[in-house]
C-alpha cells in the first residue's frame, strides 16, 4: 500500500466511523496553506467527487495584519482551482488594545490570533449557508491537546473529531483525525505542497511545543502510546460532542 492510498483509507475510516458527512452538507475549510490544510482540502475535494454522499466544498483563507507571516495566496487560488473548489480570502486583525493598554488583562497572542480565525470562518460559514467546517487537525494534534489540557488545565479533554456547535446551526469536523502527522508531512514532500513563504515567529513559544517533546519521550516508553491515549479520549466521549 503506498502512503497515499493508507492516508486516503484512513481519511475515509474517520468519515465513516465519526459520521463527519452528511447528504448535502456544504462544507468550508480552514486553509491556512499549511500542509495539513492543503491535504485536508485535497482529500474533500476528491470525497466530494463520488456523489455518495453528494457535498460540496469551499475555503476560506484568513490573512491576520497583527501576525508576521506570509503565505502565497495565488499558489492557494492556484491549488484551489485545480481541486474545482471556490477560494475566499480575507484580511483581519485583532484588537491591539488587548494586549497593549490592558497589559494586566492581555490574552496570548496565539489565542487572540486563533479567535479572530474562528470568528471569520464562523461568520463565512454562516453567510454562505454551510452546514459544516472543517479543520485540518490530525491525530498527533488532538493527543498534543489532550496532554496539553491535563497538563496546564487540570481536566481530560482535547479537540473532538465532530463538535456540533450551540448557538449556531453548524458543526466542526477534523476529518484527519486518525492521520498521523509523519504521514501527511512525507505526502506533503511527495506532492510538492508549496511551503508557507514566512513562518509565524510565535510558533516556538507556545506550550505546545514542550507537550510535543513530551509525547515524544512518551512513545520511547511505550509505542503504543498514541493508542493508549486515543482510546481512553473514545471511552471517555471526548471525540464526539453534541
Known amino acids: 500500500m503506498t502512503l497515499e492510498e493508507k492516508l ?20 468550508l475549510v480552514g486553509l491556512s496553506g499549511g500542509k495539513d490544510s492543503l491535504c485536508l482540502l485535497e482529500f474533500l475535494a476528491r470525497r466530494s467527487k463520488v456523489h455518495v454522499p453528494h457535498f460540496t466544498v469551499e475555503a476560506l483563507h484568513v490573512r491576520m495584519e497583527d501576525v508576521h507571516y506570509e503565505t502565497d495566496t495565488t499558489y492557494l487560488q492556484s491549488f484551489c482551482d485545480n481541486l474545482g473548489i471556490p477560494l475566499h480570502i480575507i484580511t483581519t486583525s ?13 490574552k496570548p497572542v496565539c489565542f487572540l490570533c486563533s479567535w479572530q480565525r474562528r470568528k471569520q470562518l464562523f461568520n463565512l460559514a454562516q453567510e454562505l449557508g454551510c452546514t459544516k467546517i472543517a ?14 489540557n491535563l497538563t496546564f488545565q487540570g481536566h481530560f479533554s482535547t479537540m473532538p473529531a465532530k463538535l456540533r456547535m450551540r448557538k449556531m446551526p453548524l458543526t466542526i469536523i477534523r476529518p484527519l483525525c486518525l492521520c498521523q502527522e509523519d504521514d501527511i508531512r512525507e505526502y506533503s514532500r511527495q506532492q510538492g505542497y508549496q511551503k508557507l513563504v ?5 510558533e516556538k513559544e507556545t506550550n505546545r511545543t514542550s507537550i ?29 460532542e453534541y
Do not use: V
Open 8 to 27: 486516503w483509507k484512513t481519511f475515509n475510516k474517520a468519515l465513516g466511523e465519526y459520521q463527519l458527512i452528511d447528504e448535502d452538507d456544504k462544507i
Open 94 to 106: 485583532f484588537p491591539h488594545d488587548a494586549t497593549e493598554s490592558q497589559p494586566t488583562k492581555a
Open 135 to 148: 479543520l485540518g487537525h490530525h491525530q498527533d494534534d488532538i493527543i498534543h491537546t489532550a496532554l496539553m
Open 198 to 202: 514566512r513562518l509565524c515567529p510565535h
Open 212 to 240: 510535543q517533546q513530551l509525547y515524544g519521550l512518551m512513545q520511547q516508553l511505550n509505542p503504543e502510546a498514541r493508542a493508549s491515549i486515543w482510546n481512553a479520549l473514545s471511552a471517555d466521549g471526548k471525540l464526539i
